[in-house]
Nanobody
Framework: QVRLVESGGGLVQPGGSLRLSCVGY????????MSWYRQAPGKERELVAG????????NYQDSVKGRFTISRDNAKNTVWLQMSSLKPEDTAVYYC???????WGQGTQVTVSS
């Protein structure tokens, strides 16, 4: 059974940092592109970042370029989203997604507030 389990969300002040983790189960993790999405209240879910199976290609939404970094360790079946210089507009539920398996994680809340 394919599962994605996220962790690492929380409350952080503007300018702070958080690292989100996502562990994949039940599929050959290293062969799949992995993505992070987010959904703020009243807004549609949007792509934040993606990384290919080998980690060789990464892409980011313009609003997070230079602040967020996506990475992965295939030996640990894990993908991370390192978020720095956080802004209140980054507040959202963040989801891990495996497009090739149409699998979503349960989501983790990130709140940026003073």
């Amino acid at each position: 059974q394919v599962r994605l389990v996220e962790s690492g969300g929380g409350l952080v002040q503007p300018g702070g940092s958080l690292r989100l983790s996502c562990v994949g189960y039940g599929f050959t993790f290293s062969t799949y592109t992995m993505s992070w999405y987010r959904q703020a209240p009243g807004k549609e879910r949007e792509l934040v970042a993606g990384i290919t199976g080998s980690g060789g290609v990464r892409n980011y939404q313009d609003s997070v370029k230079g602040r967020f970094t996506i990475s992965r360790d295939n030996a640990k079946n894990t993908v991370w989203l390192q978020m720095s210089s956080l802004k209140p507009e980054d507040t959202a539920v963040y989801y891990c997604y495996a497009p090739g398996r149409s699998a979503w994680g349960q989501g983790t809340q990130v709140t940026v507030s003073s």
